[in-house]
């Protein structure tokens, strides 16, 4: 008898939820070797297309930018996940601010993601601001650059951050 049979037990759900993950990839994998059809269908026949079309500059450029947007959007979060996780584990208003967390979960994804064209559109709250302020004389450009991805990326999964560092 085995004095730990808890990886025995766990073998089973880590079979069934394993298999949802590998077989779905493996499925990709060996489409991607495939020719593609007509009307996006597969054609079951060996190519390489798909991987000779990854060497193509455009490709690699956007790649690049990706990586580029993914490292700023979590070197920004981690940033500021960690000294508010901090803060929020040392007060004695946890509940409050974990409250105050979670409440963006409560509304739709997209419905975020939209409100910030509300704040950085052309017409938007930070246009509006600034210009009655005085600061600008006309309207600034602050959506649909990289910067507003980053923004906006590190906004949504802020939380995502701040909860299991927490």
């Known amino acids: ?10 073998l089973p759900v880590t079979a069934w939820i394993g298999s949802f993950f590998i077989a779905p990839l493996a499925i990709i994998f ?3 070797f495939m020719r593609k059809g007509l009307y996006g269908g597969v054609l079951y026949e ?12 455009v490709f690699i450029k956007v790649t690049l930018s990706t990586f580029n947007i993914a ?12 000294p508010a996780s901090y803060f929020i584990a040392r007060s004695k208003y946890k509940t409050f601010f974990l409250i105050l967390i979670i409440i963006p979960f409560w509304t739709n994804f997209l ?4 409100s910030w064209i509300a704040i950085l559109g052309n017409n938007g ?3 509006h601001f600034l210009l009655s302020i005085g600061l600008i004389d006309h309207n600034v450009q602050f959506l649909y650059n990289k910067y507003a991805v980053i923004l906006v990326t590190a906004y949504t999964y802020l939380p995502f951050a701040i909860l299991p560092l927490y």
């Not at 008898?1 to 037990?9: A, I, Q, S, T, W």
């Not at 060996?46 to 500059?57: E, G, T, V």
């Not at 490292?71 to 960690?82: F, R």
């Open 46 to 57: 060996f190519c390489l297309d798909a991987y000779r079309a990854l060497s193509n500059p």
């Open 1 to 10: 008898m085995r004095k730990n049979p808890g990886p025995l037990y766990a």
């Open 125 to 127: 709250f930070l246009n």
């Open 71 to 82: 490292a700023v959007s979590t070197i920004i979060m981690v940033s500021l996940a960690l």
């Open 30 to 32: 060996l489409y991607s």
């Open 111 to 114: 419905i975020r993601i939209y």
